[in-house]
Each structure stands twice: as structure tokens, then as C-alpha cells.
């Protein structure tokens, strides 16, 4: 369980890094989030800066929940945590990998990935529900 959750966080990492080199390709300075439209049709870069900063943005958005039910529901299923935070991982993965293409429909199949926090969810009750019983 362990592992996996300093795996997710490394991944997590690699994720700002990845934007960083999105936004150097693409030359949009700082404070700036995102591209501005008007620049988009010249350079194909903005729009994937765009992709890239939405992928981290989405999955950051996730992390808190996705790490917190991983590890309160190793703690009593530690096989089913770390195999279905195993599963969002490879979710994550095949999600920003068709984000950052600058497609943004081909994220969607990594998408499926977040269904797997549901097992984390059932495996948190039963922890609480075995601490309190
Ligand atoms: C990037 O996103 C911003 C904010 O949503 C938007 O205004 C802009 O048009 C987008 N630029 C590109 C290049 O897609």
C-alpha cells in the first residue's frame, strides 16, 4: 500500500514537470495558467499547454481523495487497496497520455480509471466500520 502511494506521489511530481516543459514549448510566461485563444491558431504548442495543465489540474484534483481512501482502506484491505489504487495509477496514466496529446477526447478512456476509487471507498468504510464495531 505504501508503495503504491509513493509511486502515485512520485507520478504526481512527474506531472508538474511535464507542464513546466509544456509551458517552455509553448512560450507561455508566467503567472499565466493557460494559453490565450487568439495565439492558439498559431501555435499548436498553446493548445497542448492547455492539455497538459488540465491533465495535472485534473488529477490533482482527484489525489486528495484517491491517496486518502488508498491508505484507509489498506488498512484493513491492503491487497484490494493497492491493487485498485494500482488500477487508477494505470488509469491516470492512459488519461494523461491522451490528454497531452492535445486531443482532449482521447482522455477519456484513462477516464474509466476513477471507477476503481470505488473499491478504495468500500474498503474506508469497512476500516472505519471494523474500528468502531
Ligand atoms: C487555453 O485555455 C484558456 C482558459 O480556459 C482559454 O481561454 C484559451 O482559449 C485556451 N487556449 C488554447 C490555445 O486552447
Known amino acids: 500500500v505504501l508503495a503504491t502511494a509513493l509511486t502515485s ?11 513546466g516543459s509544456a509551458r517552455k514549448a509553448a512560450g507561455v510566461p508566467y503567472p499565466y495558467a493557460y494559453a490565450e485563444k487568439a495565439e492558439a491558431e498559431k501555435d499548436p ?7 497538459t495543465q488540465r491533465a495535472h489540474q485534473n488529477t490533482l484534483e482527484f489525489f486528495p481523495i484517491y491517496i486518502t ?16 489504487g494500482a488500477a487508477w495509477l494505470i488509469g491516470r496514466f492512459i488519461y494523461v ?6 486531443q482532449p477526447a482521447k ?8 471507477l476503481s476509487l470505488l473499491a478504495n471507498l468500500a474498503a474506508s468504510f469497512h476500516t472505519v466500520y471494523r474500528l468502531l464495531a
Do not use: D, E, W
Not at 481512501?69 to 485498485?84: C, D, F, K
Open 69 to 84: 481512501l488508498l491508505l484507509m482502506g489498506g488498512i484493513s484491505h491492503p491487497i484490494i487497496a493497492t491493487s485498485s
Open 107 to 114: 482522455r477519456i478512456p484513462g477516464a474509466a480509471g476513477q
Open 9 to 19: 506521489v512520485i507520478y504526481l511530481a512527474s506531472l508538474s514537470i511535464k507542464v
Open 45 to 51: 504548442k498553446k493548445n497542448i499547454f492547455n492539455c
Open 97 to 102: 497520455s491522451g490528454y497531452t496529446t492535445g
